[in-house]
């Protein structure tokens, strides 16, 4: 059985229909999705519409679809500080996103464990110990280690930093960053999502790269009216950092 699993989607729906595209022409039965639906993007409302719509898809919360739903001034004060753009872009999604919206990311889980075929799978955002802890290609084994110390499962499926990479630790846990649909940080800049091959209890993984009209996203991105739009619609052209500030 063939499973897509995708993370941070940040309200890119000219991202999101091409991924989709592809994990149907894949043959692909299941969606998994690790979070970070609407922040900092396009179209963040739509977006979160859609997903809701999809009955089948498997979803756990990100970091950053907490801050939306639990927003407040301190939150506002600390991103704003960290990464002005992003939060001033906090600040206005949190005036177009629908209150249902938000309390559907408010509901989401913040991590799931999937058993298919035998395997079992573990959906996190950031790491099994923190939504936004990160996992890097060319980490050291031994911090993988650490960071996925006493997990029960076969595969740590995360997301967060939006680029990809794997891993196999000593004790035969596979942990994968599917990298990101919406914002993704790889030089060309395309949307990346993870086909997992489960059967027999065994499984095998893909990352797949996806072109899309990226043009058209980074242009929705900067008619959004606030200060440092402009910046995030940058990185949907030519990524330097997911922040838009550093």
């Not at 960290?82 to 249902?100: H, K, R, W, Y």
């Not at 740590?156 to 990809?164: A, M, N």
């Not at 030089?187 to 990346?192: F, G, L, N, S, V």
Request: aromatic share 6%; net charge negative; proline share 5%.
């Amino acid at each position: 059985m063939k499973i897509a699993v995708i993370s941070d989607i940040h309200g890119n729906m000219q991202a999101l229909e091409a991924v989709l595209a592809d994990i149907k022409n894949q043959g692909c039965q299941k969606i998994l999705c690790l979070g970070d639906l609407a922040l900092a993007g396009p179209e963040p409302d739509r977006v979160i519409d859609f997903i809701k719509s999809q009955e089948d898809w498997i979803i756990i919360q990100g970091n950053t679809d907490k801050m939306i739903a639990d927003f407040n001034e301190e939150i506002l004060k600390i991103v704003k500080e960290a990464f002005p753009a992003m939060g001033n872009s906090l600040e206005n999604d949190v005036q177009i996103i629908s209150t249902d919206n938000k309390q559907f990311l408010k509901n989401l889980p913040e991590n799931k464990k999937y058993n298919l075929n035998g395997v079992k799978i573990l959906m996190v955002h950031g790491s099994p110990r923190r939504n936004n802890e990160d996992i890097m290609p060319d980490m050291p084994i031994s911090k993988i280690e650490e960071i996925t110390q006493g997990v029960d499962s076969d595969v740590v499926f995360c997301g967060h930093t939006h680029i990809p990479c794997g891993y196999q630790t000593g004790s035969k846990l596979t942990v994968v960053n599917v990298g990101s649909v919406g914002r993704p940080m790889t030089p060309d800049a395309k949307p990346c999502y993870v086909i997992a091959n489960v059967e027999n209890g065994g499984f095998s993984i893909e990352h797949r790269f996806v072109d899309y009209d990226r043009e058209k996203a980074a242009k929705l991105m900067s008619e959004r009216d606030f200060d440092g739009a402009g910046a995030i619609a940058g990185l949907l052209i030519k990524p330097s950092s997911r922040h838009g500030n550093d």
